[in-house]
């Protein structure tokens, strides 16, 4: 059949109709639906003899519509009939006619009918909508032309109205489509952050349409391009934000949003050679830049230091073996006042007992000679200490105070403890940027050190409840910190200008010894706890959800535990010895190497280059 339509009206889907063939008539060419006013609608009836006389009839809704139909019968023709402007709805055609037959060859008239039913749909209301279609995707910071179309031309000017509905991308200016034309100008939509976005037009009088626009973050450089897993990059680009992340490889990695155009991450543990890098933002993830994976440097040896109650032992960890360097007498310390220690990455050791704090020189034979002493705030439950540079923060149970070190001596550069959260056991401290976290028997204080001698407390976050001590350190990147306690580990994230809050926790082995502590290896993703009677492994690139993936029985500390990790060895003091543990298959972890110290029975501290 022949489906005939005026314009730009659109043909809707054809309905199936239901034919009934009696006798030698039929629609052989049945209307179907159209979309109205303007369809022009056309019928086509076929017989199989010849009409008797002036017999064919038909009517269109049970009006008489046979006049309509050309040719007329007789002839055993196929007359046609165009019906033009039929309302919305449905609508039944019916044909019939006396036509010539035969019963055992004697010619008679006999009747015959067909009947259709089809329907006519109303027009759909003029719609807006975008050329192209969509969705369309963009890179952050650039800009693509779109125009808005609309399906009938207005009758007269019509302003149109759009919204972006997301900073992802900018609005373009409202425009006007100008009578009896059916798109817009042209206009620039314009990325601005990764992720989908929706583009809204909206007139009165209107269905409003919409364009879905994705929007890919841009990496236009990776600094350094190359480096070991646990490397700190760079990346920076267009159309970041909170929450991006990097993938080297596919694998994710820690990632700390800077800014729009900048992020920093680690590189993650993977094999030597070329692989790839990119940045995924809402969703939308960028292009992919090529980076070099290096082999991580064979290990040096690693020199430790070791605190008790009255003094401060050197090691040297190489080949498998620990051995002792040297033994420098510190400040008697007794009771139950845990003990600190700290590398400051130059070329001293800081040691803090209950009520002060002591330099000692490194020599180049790695041997220690005292350098000088300052007076700190007496702590009844221990004290712990970190450095880096000339920088020193001490941790008492009532709060913190910032030191400098002169000409290598400890100067204190507050005249009373920063005040802080109240710790009933121990206390921990670490040092990273312009920040110190301060762990105590509760949860973590964050303090700004920028200017040593006004820090401030800028924020606290509660964590479980410590009956024997605490760990604390910074993660690589400086924006998450790991808290020990004697049931497992705390994850916080404190990117918000210093501002912590608690992300995960994982539990581990029951520690009743005071002073647990934990590190952070050089791939950044992963944990070290130390207990009463061995270490713990956590993976935490996800801060969210840390796993505990090994674990380790080592010599029993009746007292406190210090750790210290390098590379793929993790250190733990005792209060007799010294261990150490190889982690680089944390599933199964050998038996520690371990060497005597000496005996502590307040509790240890370790550090170490």
Same mark, same amino acid.
């Given at each position: ?27 052989? #060419? ?138 992802? *991308? ?88 800077? =800014? ?112 000088? =002493? ?19 923060? #001490? ?70 409840? =410590? ?21 497992? *580990? ?35 993703? #992963?944990? *070290? ?36 990790? =390098? ?43």
């Amino acid at each position: 059949m022949n489906i005939q339509k005026p314009g730009n009206l659109q043909t809707a889907v054809a309905l199936a109709a239901s034919v009934l063939l009696a006798g030698c008539v039929s629609i052989t #060419r049945p209307p179907e639906a159209y979309v109205s006013p303007g369809s022009t609608v056309v019928a086509e009836v076929g017989f199989r003899s010849q009409v008797c006389s002036n017999t064919f009839a038909a009517k269109l809704d049970g009006t008489n519509v046979t006049s309509s139909f050309s040719p007329q019968p007789p002839a055993t023709t196929m007359p046609q009939a165009t019906f033009n402007n039929l309302s919305p709805g449905s609508h039944t055609l019916t044909v019939s006619a006396k036509t010539l037959q035969y019963w055992f060859l004697i010619p008679y008239c006999g009747d015959g009918s067909d009947s259709v039913s089809f329907t006519v749909l109303a027009p759909p209301a003029p719609s807006l909508g975008f050329a192209p279609a969509g969705p369309l995707t963009i890179d952050a910071g650039t800009s693509t032309n779109v125009r808005v179309t609309v399906s009938a031309a207005p009758a007269s000017a019509t302003a149109v109205n759009l919204t972006s509905g997301s900073s992802r *991308i900018a609005a373009p200016p409202s425009t006007t489509i100008a009578a009896s034309t059916t798109s817009s100008p042209l206009f620039a939509v314009t990325g601005q952050t990764g992720g989908s976005a929706t583009l809204s037009a909206t007139a009165t009088g209107l269905q409003s349409g919409a364009l879905n626009v994705n929007v890919r973050p841009v990496l236009g450089s990776v600094t350094p391009a190359t480096g070991a897993p646990g490397t700190a990059v760079t990346l920076s680009g267009a159309g970041y934000a909170a929450g991006a992340s990097v993938r080297f490889g596919g694998q994710a990695t820690p990632t700390t949003f800077v =800014s729009a155009s900048q992020l920093t991450a680690l590189v993650p543990p993977l094999a030597a050679g070329s692989t790839t890098v990119n940045v995924t933002v809402n969703g939308q993830a960028s292009q992919n830049l090529n980076f070099q994976v290096l082999a991580p440097p064979a290990p040096a040896a690693t020199v430790l230091f070791r605190t008790s109650g009255n003094d401060v032992q050197t090691f040297r960890f190489a080949s498998g073996t620990l051995t002792l360097l040297d033994t420098d007498p510190a400040t008697i310390q007794g009771g139950t006042a845990v003990v600190g220690v700290a590398f400051n990455g130059l070329d001293h050791v800081v040691r803090t007992s209950a009520d002060d704090v002591q330099s000692f020189n490194l020599l180049a034979t790695n041997t220690l000679t005292l350098a000088g =002493s300052a007076t700190g705030t007496p702590s009844g439950t221990g004290a712990a200490i970190a450095a880096a540079g000339n920088l020193l923060a #001490r941790a008492s149970d009532i709060g913190l105070e910032t030191y400098l070190l002169v000409n290598g001596a400890p100067q204190r550069q507050v005249t009373s403890a920063i005040a802080g959260t109240l710790s009933t056991t121990g206390v921990a401290v670490d040092l990273r940027g312009n920040f110190a976290v301060r762990a105590h028997s509760s949860g973590i204080d964050v303090y700004n050190v920028s200017n040593p001698a006004t820090p401030v407390r800028v924020g606290s976050a509660t964590g479980g409840v =410590s009956s024997v001590g605490v760990g604390v350190r910074f993660a690589p990147g400086g924006t998450v910190a790991v808290r020990s306690t004697p049931n497992g *580990i705390e994850v916080f994230n404190i990117a918000a200008n210093g501002m912590p809050s608690l992300t995960g926790s994982q539990t581990g082995a029951l520690s009743t010894a005071v002073n647990t502590a934990v590190a952070i290896d050089a791939t950044g993703t #992963r944990a *070290i706890r130390t207990h009463s009677t061995g270490i713990e492994v956590y993976d935490i690139g996800n801060p969210a959800s840390p796993q505990r993936i090994g674990q380790r029985g080592g010599s029993v500390s009746t007292t406190g535990t210090g750790v210290f990790l =390098s590379g793929n060895t993790a250190f733990r003091a005792m209060n007799t010895a010294l261990e150490a543990y190889d982690i680089s298959a944390p599933g199964s972890i050998p038996d520690p190497v371990s060497v005597a110290a000496t005996p502590s029975s307040i509790g240890v501290g370790l550090s170490g280059r």
